[in-house]
């Protein structure tokens, strides 16, 4: 079971549920992959809701990671998520709110609505 307190989501992926958190050394990984030079640059980076499919394994990667899983970048990219495109969009946005939302609130979406 995902803790939200901690940052957790649960997402299926592959057909199989998996915890995904970005924890601070996943997060240090991303701020390396992005190029941000601090977490505040990482945040407005997705802020603009503009990331390629890449960008999203990437995110998911380390959120999996984050969880506890041993997964590489060329594993996320070949798995499946409900939903397709828009399904691993609503992972890393899920992803990206639990991590970055403060007292309740939560952040804009990182990326646009999906249709479900």
Do not use: K, W
């Amino acid at each position: 079971m995902p803790n939200p307190r901690r940052g957790e989501i649960e997402a299926v992926l592959d057909g199989t549920p998996r915890v995904l958190v970005l924890t601070l050394g996943a997060l240090a990984e991303l701020e390396a992959a992005f190029g941000a030079d601090d977490l505040l640059a990482l945040a407005e980076r997705f802020e603009r809701g503009r990331l390629s499919a890449r960008d999203a394994a990437r995110i998911i990667a380390a959120g999996l990671n984050g969880a506890g899983a041993s997964v590489t970048l060329d594993e996320v990219m070949r798995m499946r998520a409900d939903g397709g495109a828009a399904g691993f969009a609503r992972i890393v946005a899920q992803l990206l709110s639990a991590t970055f939302g403060t007292d309740g609130e939560t952040p804009a979406s990182p990326l646009p609505p999906q249709r479900a």
